[in-house]
């Protein structure tokens, strides 16, 4: 029964056969608590239904917790390695309530799991209470029969439970075992309690109050209780060990340790390998919970975690990347419990290993400078804050690495000296963006991202946390409130809202307080890391520290997503079709539709079009998932990622992928592979549908696609389909039939349209053959018919020409047209046998010149010319006959 496995599932199911809702870990980063680093208790998750604002369909619960304590109220990681008990993660068993019973019942399920669930022996056990906690020690009296020597009453704050420096809190009593004389130490409150003789398992906290500022506490609507027992100190005790790294899970660890590193973990040595089994736990539950290495804020906790790590397995004598291989024992003691863990196996497995190897190329440099800087130094004294900042700056070593790495030796660090670097380089970086010719209203923002750092983003796993506001800013200038009514940009601490970026726009929503309510209607990225949320006061009054709960707007974001993963679809798919000199040159993703811009260098046929969204909707039906992975950019390129020419990459990048490839080259693999930092459909068939809407140019040699997808497309395809509905009502016959229908429309229009223009000739020339006959005149000899014709284009007066020279045998013909807007058009017909006495190319100059025109063309005996004044072509008929009379 006490493997670490069966201590959690003997708990959990206690506690669920008494009434309990088993309710699963949260993740490490608070959802609920912009002022945690990570989750430091069992009940953080619960907070909110301690103080009254949240309800749930329970009113006991009991979890196994994941928690970090590192960084924040809770920082353990100094201490880990060289003690026999402290840990950067570990798990807390605890049972709740929430309003439902108080001090009794949680006494006494306490007492009966301890000695009964868990076996232990009754007299070993003791208890602490508040000393002004009398109910309590009457309690412990009543139920597990202790006599007054056997609770302990502290006057400390160490038996008054906070969370941190805000939130619910109470006073607690702790449950003790006592190891046994063989171990040294005293009782809790004793000179010797530092000792390890008596091991505090299990606190019980009597929530009554809630913290809301410091010095500041209120009641909470209902006395609760929460609970929180150690799993790996449980193990201990269970497994008769006096250090948790001497328990089964950790001693898998540790082998698993020794076999890649081929070093056995004793003497001197033990102390690393404690280390990394520890920091190997916190760092694997952090990333698959979201936390990615980075200079600051989780992520610089995350980072130093790991290359505190990372020293002591080079200590170890590795020299290669190894701690991503210690994952699988990892994995296989606690994935089951944790399913999260197998889930982002590859995504820790990368990110380990691409840590390990970038940490140690600076690595062996950085410690050989600590060793020249520290050669003359001993015991008590301390290295310069210079050397430490320069180690940090250039090395990549975090503070705590280099005082680990002095520990042994008893040398400290001057902090005040690296403190001061750190402040100059600050100043020298300030300097530079400010000559750097930034407008004085962006300079806010680089102000206060110095001041606060960049802000962290939480809207890859989240469209709903908590934040705190760090800075308003009005018209560029910063301000201490907002009120209803004003527009103002926004910054807090931490975001679930996404600066545009990548051509996806950024995030709307509402930020709120119990009193105020912004709506968001943008959020952009300034000032090199600070997400800015462009905000409108609906009500109230929005303070600087205010806590405030930020929601994205949740339809509109699915939108975002959905067309942000189709771009990458299409993107593939036209590579595909038309040929891997596609590279995107720009993109839009909004709510409503998608613009992609590629190289190509003509436009794409209808047909090329139809099969680029054929594939991509190939790709949406298998409703493949999309995966994020982190790695560096050398990495993603080797791996066929698609990445944007002249676009700053950092140095490591997010790479998305979705689908199997069907055919050809990519066949069998993943079908999109991008660096991108937008936000994802997390599998293709959310998209539902992509619509290509069509292509045009925009510049040389690049081409524009628009498209629409989901309910975007789905709302397009139903307009058309009205579209087509209404024409074949109109055209009395079946959306089917429409095509034939329109044909047949189509050809019947040409050939009346032939039978019109027949007919208006006949008619221009006057009905009958014998009508222009009539109106031959005879010059000298020569027949001339010279005509105004009307209702007939200038393009059919050769043709009458011609026919009327038939009619003539021999003679000389002129027709002029005049269009609607007035101008003449006129063709001058010269039968075969005058061609040699009447140039039809001088006569119809003759015209154009009566016509105000300038010349004509043409041959002997068929000419044409045009000229402005259509009202002349009397003038003009005329003065052709005179031309050939002579
Ligand atoms: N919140 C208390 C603790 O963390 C009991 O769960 O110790």
């Known amino acids: 029964m006490s493997g670490v496995n069966e201590i959690r599932s003997t708990f959990l199911d206690y506690f669920r056969k008494n009434g309990h809702e088993i309710v699963s870990s949260s993740p490490l980063v608070p959802r609920n608590d912009p002022t945690l680093m990570f989750t430091n208790a069992g009940m953080v998750q619960f907070k909110n239904v301690f103080t009254g604002l949240e309800s749930r369909p329970y009113t006991t619960a009991s979890t196994s917790q994941k928690v ?21 993660f570990f798990e807390m068993l605890g049972n709740f309530s929430f309003g439902d019973y108080f001090k009794e019942r949680a006494i006494e399920l306490a007492w009966n799991l301890v000695t009964k669930g868990f076996d232990l022996p009754k007299e070993r056990l003791l208890v602490t209470v508040y000393a002004e906690d009398e109910e309590a020690a009457s309690l412990w009296k009543k139920i597990a029969g202790f006599s007054d020597d056997k609770i302990i009453r502290i006057p400390t704050s160490d038996n008054f439970w906070q969370m941190g420096d805000t939130g619910p809190c109470g006073p607690c009593s702790e449950i003790f075992i006592d190891q046994g004389e063989h171990v040294w130490g005293g009782p809790p409150g004793s000179p010797e309690e530092d000792g390890d003789r008596f091991l505090e398992f299990w606190n019980l906290v009597f929530m009554q109050f809630e913290q809301t500022a410091p010095g500041e506490r209120t009641p909470l609507p209902r006395p609760s209780i929460d609970t929180g027992m150690g799993l790996e100190r449980m193990a201990c005790i269970l497994q008769g060990v006096s250090s948790v790294f001497d328990t089964d899970l950790f001693k898998t660890l540790i082998s698993a340790t020794e076999d890649v590193v081929g070093a056995r973990a004793e003497g001197d040595q033990a102390a690393s390998f404690r280390v990394i089994a520890d920091h190997l736990r916190s760092s694997a539950f952090l990333i698959a919970d979201g936390v990615l290495p980075s200079n600051e804020g989780r992520g610089y906790v995350l980072r130093r975690i790991m290359r505190r790590a990372m020293r002591h397995m080079q200590l170890l004598g590795a020299r290669e990347p190894l701690m991503y291989r210690l994952l699988p024992a990892l994995v296989g003691e606690m994935g089951r419990a944790y399913p999260e863990l197998g889930r982002a196996e590859a995504l820790i497995s990368e990110t380990l290993k691409l840590e390990e190897g970038k940490f140690r190329t600076t690595l062996a440099r ?92 939480l809207g890859y796993d989240t469209e709903s946390a908590e934040g705190v506001v760090q800075a308003i800013v009005r018209e560029g200038t910063v301000v201490g409130e907002a009120k209803a009514g004003e527009t103002v940009q926004i910054v807090v601490n931490q975001t679930p809202f996404y600066g545009e970026s990548g051509g996806q726009m950024g995030d709307s929503g509402v930020i709120s307080t119990d009193g105020a309510k912004l709506s968001v209607t943008d959020t952009q990225k300034k000032g090199e890391g600070l997400f800015v949320h462009a905000a409108v006061v609906a009500e109230g009054v929005l303070k600087t520290g205010d806590a405030v709960v930020l929601t994205v707007d949740h339809a509109r974001r699915s939108r975002l997503r959905a067309n942000h993963s189709a771009t990458h679809l299409l993107h593939e798919a036209l590579r595909e079709v038309l040929g891997t000199h596609v590279a995107q040159k720009g993109s839009l993703v909004s709510p409503e539709r998608l613009r992609f811009d590629v190289s190509h260098p003509k436009p794409m046929s209808a047909e090329e079009l139809a099969r680029v969204e054929d594939m991509a909707n190939a790709i949406i039906l298998q409703n493949a998932p999309v995966t994020t992975r982190l790695m560096s950019v050398d990495d993603a390129i080797a791996e066929g990622a698609m990445a944007l020419f002249g676009e700053k990459y950092g140095e490591e990048v997010r790479v998305v992928s979705m689908g199997t490839g069907i055919e050809g080259a990519k066949a069998g693999k993943p079908y999109s592979i991008e660096l991108c930092g937008g936000t994802h459909v997390a599998s293709t068939g959310e998209i539902g549908l992509v619509r290509v809407l069509g292509e045009s140019a925009v510049g040389s040699g690049v081409r524009r696609i628009e498209a629409v997808t989901g309910e975007g497309a789905r709302a397009y395809l139903a307009e058309q389909d009205e579209r087509v509905k209404a024409l074949a009502s109109v055209l009395k016959v079946q959306p089917s039939e429409l095509l034939p229908r329109v044909e047949a429309l189509m050809d019947e229009r040409k050939k009346l349209e032939k039978e019109l223009a027949d007919a208006r000739r006949k008619l221009a020339m006057g009905g009958a053959q014998g009508g222009a006959a009539s109106e031959v005149r005879d010059l000298a000899g020569i027949k001339y018919l010279g005509k105004a014709v009307s209702g007939v284009d200038a393009k059919d007066l050769k043709s009458l020409v011609d026919e009327a020279k038939t009619g003539l045998t021999s003679g000389v013909v002129l027709l002029i047209a005049v269009s609607d807007d007035g101008k003449a058009s006129a063709v001058v017909g010269v039968t075969a046998d005058l061609t040699e006495r009447f140039s039809a190319v001088d006569l119809v100059r003759v015209a154009s010149v009566a016509l105000g025109g ?33």
Request: glycine share 16%; hydrophobic share 35%; charged share 25%.
């Open 68 to 88: 970090v304590r590192a960084g924040g109220k809770h920082n353990d990681l100094d201490n880990v390695g060289y003690t026999a008990r402290h840990l950067t």
């Open 366 to 457: 950085g410690l050989s400078l600590l060793s020249d800087a520290t050669e003359t130094l001993g015991k008590g004294d301390s290295l310069d804050g210079e050397t430490a900042f320069k180690l940090y700056d250039t090395y990549g070593f975090p503070l705590d690495l280099t005082q680990d790495a002095l520990r042994a030796r008893g040398i400290g660090v001057d902090l005040t000296g690296f403190n001061d670097a750190m402040q100059r380089q600050k100043a020298e970086a300030r300097a530079s963006w400010a000559g750097s010719g930034e407008k004085a209203t962006e300079g806010v923002w680089f102000e206060l991202k110095e001041k606060f750092g960049a802000t962290e983003f």
């Open 854 to 886: 300038k010349g004509g063309g043409g041959r002997a005996d068929m000419a044409q010319a045009g000229g402005p004044d259509g009202a002349k072509t009397d003038e003009a008929i005329e003065a052709v006959a005179a031309a050939i009379a002579g």
